[in-house]
T-cell receptor, first 116, second 114 residues
Framework: AQKITQTQPGMFVQEKEAVTLDCTYDTSDPSYGLFWYKQPSSGEMIFLIY??????QNATEGRYSLNFQKARKSANLVISASQLGDSAMYFC?????????????FGKGTKLSVIP | KAGVTQTPRYLIKTRGQQVTLSCSPI?????VSWYQQTPGQGLQFLFEYFSETQRNKGNFPGRFSGRQFSNSRSEMNVSTLELGDSALYLCASSLGHSGGYEQYFGPGTRLTVT
């Protein structure tokens, strides 16, 4: 069974600083995908970044980068130059297509608060 | 390109009633997945549909069901509502094949059962 662990229930960061949100995962499948989503108070889940298990380079999308350490089974999200609008819940998730399904398994989330 | 749409956005129902939620995926996406989000249980997978077939199902009672139409739009139904069914119901769409793993979520339907 797959499992995602996010050990930081809440974090604070100063505006314009960088922040790292931790995520570790557990799976026995060789092929899987790792995701980060942002959920503002409105409830919508916003896709941020994706990393495939066979990708050699860390994924980046604008101010977001995913620090993928396969041997340690970690997939930390790094947000550079934090903005007030980054205050939200952040979820790490994984999927595997081995079973022909794209089911996502989510972590409990980290609540990020950006301080002006 | 239009995003994922869900209707209705908010719903209040009484215990014992049934409810139907709708989800329209991004154009060209053939996979629709449904998730339930509650403060206690977090985000839990309900089921996934691909090309009108249920491809996977989570650990929920039979009161929760779904279907997908030929245009990829999906509906989920909950019968005999219980207080514990109060939650945010999110649907996500993806290509569903050929490595199209990225899943894009709709705004959700917030269901309150009284």
């Amino acid at each position: 069974a797959q499992k995602i662990t996010q050990t930081q229930p809440g974090m604070f960061v100063q505006e314009k600083e960088a922040v790292t949100l931790d995520c570790t995962y557990d799976t026995s499948d060789p092929s899987y995908g790792l995701f980060w989503y942002k959920q503002p108070s409105s409830g919508e889940m916003i896709f941020l970044i994706y990393q495939g298990s066979y990708d050699q380079q860390n994924a980046t999308e604008g101010r977001y980068s995913l620090n993928f350490q396969k041997a340690r089974k970690s997939a930390n999200l790094v947000i550079s130059a934090s903005q007030l609008g980054d205050s939200a819940m952040y979820f790490c998730a994984m999927t595997h297509s081995g079973a022909g399904s794209y089911q996502l398994t989510f972590g409990k989330g980290t609540k990020l608060s950006v301080i002006p | 390109k239009a995003g994922v749409t869900q209707t209705p956005r908010y719903l209040i129902k009484t215990r014992g009633q049934q409810v139907t939620l709708s989800c329209s995926p991004i154009s060209g996406h053939r996979s629709v997945s449904w998730y339930q989000q509650t403060p206690g249980q977090g985000l839990q997978f309900l089921f996934e549909y691909f090309s009108e077939t249920q491809r996977n199902k989570g650990n929920f009672p039979g009161r929760f069901s779904g279907r997908q139409f030929s245009n990829s739009r999906s509906e989920m139904n909950v019968s005999t509502l219980e207080l514990g069914d109060s939650a945010l119901y999110l649907c996500a769409s993806s290509l569903g094949h050929s490595g199209g793993y990225e899943q894009y979520f709709g705004p959700g339907t917030r269901l309150t059962v009284t």
